[in-house]
């Protein structure tokens, strides 16, 4: 879906990623709404980028009818969806404060989830529509000290090719990128962890991963969009593994082509009626 002129709702708009992606969608012509919790920030990128801002929690389920609602008053339908908002809980489990693995999963998997949900409606009855998930390698392999944040990432994954044989024929498409780490506070983060900034030393020496640079991201994300690709693994050298990793999932898709695609009815799932006593 070419992004000149389309609605694009867009969350974490004003971390590292977010504003270039931010700057990127804005340079290819797109209507911009951005989200994040301060208001500083995103008035900044309003000012400079001429985009829409609009504050809010995500993490709060009463939060996200509300947050569609007001994007769509303030720019029409949303045309296409990126969630890009998340946080990188570091630290083993058991190290992990209260409240840490509802916070992370309620952002970076259950808002995601709940936001496609409110806007996929009216992207099928439109005809046209693109869903953008941000996952992470660490969803694809697993690193000490990420386990609560590699979950997400991974339900993300999975939920992008679940949607995406969901959505066949329907017009709306989706993207997940699967990425490595990018130069950023998130990265910093996660190197100051002595498991996980060990993990990531030790793949650093074997070549096996290097730091992305987050225009580079995001020009790549995009990219897809625009062209229709339903999946996007930087950096390339990490690129064989994440396929290796979604295999089982390739297969299906492979196994189900030749099926009709599902209707756009929702489908029920009541009990059945009971049926006469035994
Ligand atoms: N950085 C990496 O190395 C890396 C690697 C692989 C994948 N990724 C993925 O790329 C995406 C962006 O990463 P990044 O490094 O750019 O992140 P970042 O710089 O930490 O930015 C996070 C963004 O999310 C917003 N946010 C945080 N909590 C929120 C909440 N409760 N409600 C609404 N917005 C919230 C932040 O703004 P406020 O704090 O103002 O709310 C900020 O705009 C994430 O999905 C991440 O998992 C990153």
């Known amino acids: 879906m070419l992004l000149a002129d389309r609605h694009v709702l867009l969350t974490g708009a004003t971390g590292t990623i977010g504003r270039r992606l931010t700057e990127q969608l804005v340079a290819r012509g797109a209507r911009v709404t951005v989200v994040a919790r301060s208001a500083g920030p995103l008035d900044d990128l309003a000012r400079r980028l001429g985009v829409r801002p609009l504050p809010a929690d995500l993490t709060q389920a009463s939060a996200l ?4 609602a007001r994007a769509e008053a303030g720019s029409g339908p949303v045309d296409a969806i990126v969630h ?18 509802e916070r992370t999963v309620a952002l970076n998997l259950t808002a995601p989830l709940a ?4 806007v996929l409606p009216g992207m099928i009855a439109r005809g046209h529509g693109h ?3 941000v996952s992470s390698l ?22 992008a090719a679940g949607l995406r044989l969901e ?9 997940v990128a699967e990425l490595g780490p990018v130069e950023s506070a998130m990265m910093d983060r996660a190197r100051r962890h002595s498991a ?3 993990s990531f030393a030790r793949v650093y020496r074997l070549r096996a991963l290097r730091d992305l640079d987050p225009g580079v991201v995001a020009a ?11 999946v996007v693994r930087l950096p390339r050298r990490a690129a064989p593994l994440a396929a290796v990793a979604g295999l089982p999932r390739q297969l299906v898709r492979g196994v189900l082509a030749g099926m009709p695609a599902q209707g756009s009815a929702p489908a029920r799932s009541v009990d059945p009626a009971p049926g006469p006593a035994a």
């Open 84 to 101: 890009n908002a998340a946080v990188e809980t570091v630290g083993r489990l058991d190290e992990l404060e209260p409240g840490d693995v």
């Open 131 to 133: 869903v953008v998930l």
């Open 65 to 68: 009818e509300d947050v569609i």
């Open 115 to 118: 936001l496609t949900r409110l």
């Open 138 to 159: 660490a969803g694809v392999a697993s690193f000490p000290g990420l386990a609560v944040y590699g979950a997400t990432k991974a339900g993300l994954t999975h939920a």
């Open 196 to 198: 996980a900034g060990g």
């Open 220 to 230: 790549a994300v995009l990219d897809a969009v625009e062209a229709g690709r339903p």
């Open 167 to 175: 959505l066949r024929r329907t017009g709306v498409g989706t993207t």
